[in-house]
């Protein structure tokens, strides 16, 4: 019954028999203690049992890998018991009979098991017990024709093997155990289940460790969610705390790195500051002589820089960004250090640098080879931004590649919660391919695949619509384009992602102006500037952005006046940033090209000049000589000063 509610994931059941399975594992492990210190021989343990075609399949395909199971398990030290256990094979249900033959090293520190016969009711089977969790390596898995069943030969393995991430915690009360029992189904995925987990123990447990744990780990749920609010209010509980915290903090930064997990929220909300102060905390509680020191540091680093590039620091970011690199190393070898590469990398990808970007995922994608099964769901993640790495280096026979590699992953009933993300990835390149269908196709698969009842449902809804309408512009199917990105922005102003709906009417404006339909062009970017203003206020450099954006347009329909008035706008927001950002920059640059060429279209050559001058000396300062931002930067102010006679001045440039 009990292992039924492990198998099941019964969480009510699991629930009831805490203080039993508490009881067991604690036993188990007194007499794996007794009899270490009595001494005992290695040897094999075997247990049988019937497995499902699938299964089978999984574990021929995992020889070398890790394998652990739910609840306790239990085996014989005797071969024909446990072959009595197994079951007989059905092609009807397609399930054959299977023997585990499992071996113990004696001179490995592992997981606790205990020889259990002289308490059981049948002693003759020779049982062996071993606890929750238990860890062993596939080494070989064959069909034995004499006996009709598949043999698999595993072994327990060492903890130094598992290394940091096998769970070796004091057991300090009953609800501290069930909180890493939480823990377990978060990163199993099972979110909405740790939830109605960790918010039971919170009304039955009056420890405070427990409980902080809890809010913790809520808080995390919540944010992943979505669910600001709610993710708020959990750190509000949290931190009523502060003085227990603040005393026992190396504990908590060990069990769930308490700040990192703020992080996300403070700054969904706009607190830069927040963030960085306790990231700053959590930086001076490290405990350099950690084996893991270098790892957990990489994290609160990553974290801080993150909140710096969010903040418009990039110089600040660049620095921490730095620091990580020279940190991050080949002792960095589990699924955790496989995702800090990861981050590594997109943060690369983020501010443009691609090589470092295929470095950095080709050390997550060495790592996760070794430590998970080639068809593990961590590999679709990799392998999709892999994809679009080769993607925004123009390498897009290699981005299909791994998006095809991607595909064949999540293509399967357990992991289709990600299919729809390499459906839009896919589509997106067959775009940039210009093979249009294939790419209306993949958008079409990826909406029918939306389950309505996601938290992010409408989010998501509203990226396929942004897509959908990308695809729609590029075949000129204007009416269509208009329709679809209307409905995204519908979404994303009604979801309060008003920043990402400034993005669809910028892009509904751009078209328009192309196209020459400037009394459209100019509606769609007096809306992306509102949306603008509500997403990150006055002074912002995304703001200015708009302003200078909206100015272009009045300038293009034709009204130079328009368009001067909101260049001064754009203008002084710029100048009174109080931290200048390389976005910011890279703007204000832009800026002064506009209104050089407003002056110059005006023949006001020396001022068209003068702009130029200036939006020249920011570019030659941020960008290699052969960016073709820089070089429009010359070809206009080249103009200018053919304009103005100085043809030596032209052709020097």
């Given at each position: 019954?009990?292992n039924?509610?492990?198998?099941?994931?019964?969480?009510?059941?699991?629930?009831?028999?805490?203080s039993?399975?508490?009881?067991?594992?604690?036993?188990?492990?007194?007499?794996h203690?007794?009899?270490?210190?009595?001494?005992?021989?290695?040897?094999?343990?075997?247990?049988?049992?019937?497995?499902?075609?699938?299964?089978?399949?999984?574990?021929?395909?995992?020889?070398?890998?890790?394998?652990?199971?739910?609840g306790?398990?239990s085996?014989?030290?005797?071969?024909?018991?446990?072959?009595?256990?197994?079951q007989?094979?059905?092609d009807?249900?397609?399930?054959?009979?299977?023997?585990?033959?499992?071996?113990?090293?004696?001179?490995?520190e592992?997981?606790?098991?205990?020889?259990?016969?002289f308490?059981?009711?049948?002693?003759?089977?020779?049982e062996?017990?071993?606890?929750?969790?238990?860890?062993?390596?596939?080494?070989?898995?064959?069909?034995?024709?004499?006996?009709?069943?598949w043999h698999?030969?595993?072994?327990?393995?060492?903890?130094?093997?598992?290394?940091?991430?096998f769970m070796?915690?004091?057991?300090?009360?009953?609800?501290?155990?069930?909180?890493?029992?939480?823990?377990?189904?978060?990163m199993?995925?099972?979110?909405?289940?740790?939830?109605?987990?960790?918010?039971?123990?919170?009304?039955?447990?009056?420890?405070?460790?427990?409980?902080?744990?809890?809010?913790?780990?809520?808080?995390?749920?919540?944010?992943?969610?979505?669910?600001?609010?709610?993710?708020?209010?959990?750190?509000k509980?949290?931190?009523?705390?502060?003085?227990?915290?603040?005393?026992?903090?190396?504990?908590?930064?060990?069990?769930?790195?308490i700040d990192?997990?703020?992080?996300?929220?403070?700054?969904?909300?706009?607190?830069?500051?927040?963030a960085?102060?306790?990231?700053?905390?959590?930086?001076?509680?490290?405990?350099?002589?950690?084996?893991?020191h270098?790892?957990?540091?990489?994290?609160?680093?990553?974290?801080?820089?993150?909140?710096?590039?969010?903040r418009?620091?990039?110089?600040?970011?660049?620095?921490?960004?730095?620091?990580?690199?020279?940190?991050?190393?080949?002792?960095?070898?589990?699924?955790?250090?496989?995702?800090?590469?990861?981050?590594?990398?997109?943060?690369?990808?983020?501010?443009?640098?691609?090589?470092?970007?295929?470095?950095?995922?080709?050390?997550?994608?060495?790592?996760?080879?070794?430590?998970?099964?080639?068809?593990?769901?961590?590999?679709?993640?990799?392998?999709?931004?892999?994809?679009?790495?080769?993607?925004k280096?123009?390498?897009l026979?290699?981005?299909?590649?791994?998006?095809?590699?991607?595909?064949?992953?999540?293509?399967?009933?357990?992991?289709?919660?990600?299919l729809?993300?390499?459906?839009?990835?896919?589509?997106?390149?067959?775009?940039?391919?210009?093979d249009?269908?294939?790419?209306?196709?993949?958008?079409?698969?990826?909406?029918?695949?939306?389950p309505?009842?996601?938290?992010?449902?409408?989010?998501?809804?509203?990226?396929?619509?942004?897509?959908?309408?990308?695809?729609?512009?590029?075949?000129?199917?204007?009416?269509?384009?208009?329709?679809?990105?209307?409905?995204?922005?519908?979404?994303?102003?009604?979801?309060?992602?008003s920043?990402?709906?400034?993005?669809?009417?910028?892009?509904?404006?751009?078209?328009?102006?192309?196209?020459?339909?400037?009394?459209k062009?100019?509606?769609?970017s007096?809306?992306a500037?509102?949306?603008?203003?509500?997403?990150?206020?006055?002074?912002h450099?995304?703001t200015?952005?708009?302003?200078?954006q909206?100015?272009?347009?009045?300038?293009?329909?034709?009204?130079?006046?328009?368009?001067?008035?909101?260049h001064?706008?754009?203008l002084?927001?710029?100048?009174?940033?109080?931290v200048?950002?390389?976005?910011?920059?890279?703007?204000?640059?832009?800026?002064?090209?506009?209104?050089?060429?407003?002056?110059?279209?005006r023949?006001?050559?020396?001022?068209?000049?003068?702009?130029?001058?200036?939006?020249?000396?920011?570019?030659?300062?941020?960008?290699?000589?052969k960016?073709p931002?820089?070089?429009k930067t010359?070809?206009?102010?080249?103009?200018?000063?053919?304009?103005?006679?100085?043809?030596?001045?032209?052709?020097?440039?």
């Amino acid at each position: 019954m009990l292992n039924q509610a492990f198998r099941d994931e019964n969480l009510d059941n699991i629930f009831i028999y805490r203080s039993f399975i508490r009881d067991l594992s604690d036993q188990i492990d007194i007499l794996h203690m007794e009899q270490r210190e009595s001494g005992f021989d290695s040897c094999t343990v075997y247990r049988g049992t019937c497995l499902a075609y699938d299964d089978i399949a999984v574990l021929k395909s995992n020889k070398g890998k890790l394998i652990s199971f739910n609840g306790f398990l239990s085996t014989s030290v005797y071969a024909e018991v446990a072959e009595l256990f197994k079951q007989p094979s059905n092609d009807q249900e397609q399930m054959e009979s299977v023997l585990f033959e499992y071996y113990i090293d004696a001179n490995l520190e592992t997981s606790s098991f205990a020889y259990v016969a002289f308490l059981s009711a049948s002693p003759d089977e020779g049982e062996v017990l071993f606890n929750i969790g238990t860890i062993f390596r596939i080494n070989q898995i064959k069909y034995d024709e004499s006996k009709k069943l598949w043999h698999v030969h595993c072994a327990l393995c060492a903890k130094s093997e598992v290394g940091h991430h096998f769970m070796d915690v004091e057991r300090k009360t009953e609800a501290y155990n069930f909180f890493y029992f939480g823990y377990l189904l978060v990163m199993a995925g099972e979110t909405d289940r740790a939830e109605k987990f960790y918010l039971k123990i919170l009304r039955e447990e009056v420890d405070i460790t427990v409980k902080a744990l809890c809010y913790c780990r809520l808080a995390r749920i919540y944010s992943d969610k979505g669910e600001w609010t709610r993710s708020i209010d959990m750190y509000k509980k949290l931190f009523q705390h502060s003085s227990y915290l603040s005393k026992n903090y190396g504990e908590f930064s060990k069990l769930i790195n308490i700040d990192k997990r703020i992080v996300r929220v403070v700054v969904e909300i706009g607190e830069y500051d927040l963030a960085l102060q306790l990231l700053t905390q959590e930086l001076s509680l490290l405990d350099d002589t950690d084996p893991n020191h270098s790892y957990h540091l990489a994290i609160v680093l990553f974290n801080i820089a993150t909140v710096y590039k969010l903040r418009g620091d990039d110089e600040r970011a660049r620095e921490y960004f730095k620091q990580i690199e020279e940190l991050s190393d080949d002792s960095f070898t589990g699924p955790e250090e496989a995702a800090l590469h990861n981050n590594i990398a997109l943060m690369a990808m983020d501010r443009g640098d691609v090589d470092v970007a295929l470095r950095y995922f080709r050390k997550a994608a060495t790592i996760l080879r070794e430590t998970l099964p080639s068809m593990h769901e961590e590999f679709v993640t990799l392998y999709n931004n892999i994809g679009f790495a080769f993607t925004k280096q123009g390498n897009l026979d290699s981005a299909l590649e791994y998006f095809n590699m991607a595909l064949k992953i999540a293509d399967s009933p357990s992991k289709s919660k990600y299919l729809m993300n390499v459906y839009l990835h896919l589509g997106y390149v067959h775009s940039l391919r210009g093979d249009f269908d294939v790419t209306e196709t993949f958008y079409e698969k990826a909406l029918l695949l939306l389950p309505e009842k996601l938290p992010e449902y409408r989010s998501s809804l509203a990226g396929i619509y942004t897509n959908t309408g990308t695809v729609l512009a590029e075949r000129e199917k204007l009416d269509a384009f208009e329709m679809v990105f209307t409905k995204a922005s519908e979404i994303y102003s009604q979801n309060m992602s008003s920043r990402m709906a400034a993005i669809c009417f910028e892009h509904m404006a751009d078209l328009y102006a192309k196209k020459h339909l400037f009394a459209k062009a100019l509606i769609f970017s007096t809306r992306a500037l509102e949306m603008q203003m509500q997403g990150y206020g006055e002074n912002h450099h995304s703001t200015a952005t708009a302003y200078r954006q909206l100015a272009d347009m009045y300038y293009m329909s034709g009204d130079e006046n328009r368009a001067s008035e909101f260049h001064k706008k754009s203008l002084s927001i710029l100048e009174n940033i109080t931290v200048s950002s390389e976005a910011s920059e890279i703007e204000r640059a832009t800026l002064y090209e506009s209104m050089g060429t407003v002056h110059l279209d005006r023949a006001e050559c020396a001022l068209g000049c003068e702009y130029y001058m200036k939006s020249l000396k920011i570019r030659e300062h941020l960008l290699s000589e052969k960016h073709p931002d820089l070089i429009k930067t010359y070809v206009l102010l080249g103009r200018s000063y053919f304009r103005l006679g100085e043809l030596d001045l032209a052709t020097n440039l």
